[in-house]
């Protein structure tokens, strides 16, 4: 059985995950991958999230073809092993722990960056280098059964979120602190996601090739837009060239396209686990998948963010 992703995280993990785990239950498939990418602040951060979500759903692509291969093949029975195959628990197990050590990384890096922005601004610097490095080590390196790689990243990628939060909502607005935006962008990241896990459910959409090529291509033109727009604020030497965080119209409209590819984003993630257990992969891969979901959390987290900034005066 073959299956394609739009997140580059769990694409990687796609080929990886066949090669070690198609072995028990389904021995007419071979690997399973994939990756995922995250969000930025401003350009920079922006450029940065794209790369990483690019980076994803180059990895779920791989998985995808390792799968068909060995669905193309059925003589070849894969040697026998005692690793465990992943569960669905395996996956919200390793995905809680994930979250949880993103929020409390994040909530040190809000109250540093509260009471020192130079120290915020570094923050989200490094946490935004530092999580995209990690990424595409989890994605090119074939580490996606290593907790450390996943919970480092947790960690780095919390420093920027907490950093990012309190720039974007951490200010006074006709003096009284505009925190509640940041309560708002939870709750709507809480919905949507919940409410995409019961359109996957109900096979109201369904993932399918097709479906995953349109997702992969809005998603890479989107992070086509945000580096011409990066480089061309440099060479005019003018901050967000093309107005895409400026609270405008054309920012509104661009936060919102991020907010529903982001959205959609999920089923392919979803799709992911399902046909990760299905395959039989070791349940070490959990940790892979967890990175995945926590890429696409963080993304449509920071989007709803900031398009809440832009209505908060």
């Not at 692509?61 to 195959?85: H, I, K, S």
Request: proline fraction near 3%; aromatic fraction near 12%.
């Amino acid at each position: 059985m073959a299956f394609r992703s739009s997140n580059p995280v769990l694409g990687a993990l796609n080929r990886q995950g066949n090669t070690a785990g198609g072995y028990q239950q389904h021995y007419g498939q071979q690997q399973y991958e994939q990756q995922q990418g995250q969000n930025p602040y401003a350009q920079f951060g922006q450029a940065q999230a794209g790369f990483a979500q690019g980076a994803s759903y180059y990895g779920q692509q791989q998985v995808q073809q390792e799968f068909q291969q060995y669905a193309q093949a059925p003589g070849q029975m894969p040697l026998q092993t005692t690793v465990r195959a992943i569960t669905i628990d395996d996956v919200v197990t390793k995905t809680g722990i994930t979250l949880g050590v993103i929020i409390v990384s994040a909530i040190i890096s809000f109250i540093v960056a509260l009471r020192s922005p130079v120290a915020g601004m570094g923050l989200l610097l490094v946490g935004a280098i530092a999580s995209l490095f990690i990424v595409l080590i989890a994605t090119f390196g074939k580490k996606m059964q290593s907790a450390s790689i996943t919970i480092s990243y947790a960690v780095f990628e919390g420093l920027w979120v907490g950093a990012f939060s309190q720039i974007v909502a951490g200010v006074d607005v006709a003096g009284s602190p505009a925190m509640g935006i940041i309560f708002g962008a939870l709750a709507g990241t809480i919905g949507v996601f919940v409410g995409m896990l019961v359109v996957y459910r109900t096979g109201a959409i369904r993932v399918t090739p097709k479906f995953t090529r349109i997702l992969i291509g809005c998603i890479f033109g989107i992070l086509a837009v945000v580096v011409v727009n990066l480089l061309a604020s440099l060479i005019a030497g003018r901050p967000d060239f093309f107005g895409l965080y400026s609270g405008g119209p054309i920012a509104i409209v661009f936060s919102l396209v991020c907010i529903v590819l982001a959205a959609l984003s999920f089923l392919s993630d979803f799709d992911s686990v399902d046909h990760a257990v299905r395959a039989g992969v070791p349940a070490g891969y959990a940790w892979g998948l967890a990175l995945g979901l926590a890429v696409t959390l963080v993304w449509l987290y920071t989007e709803i963010l900031r398009l809440l900034s832009y209505f908060r005066d």
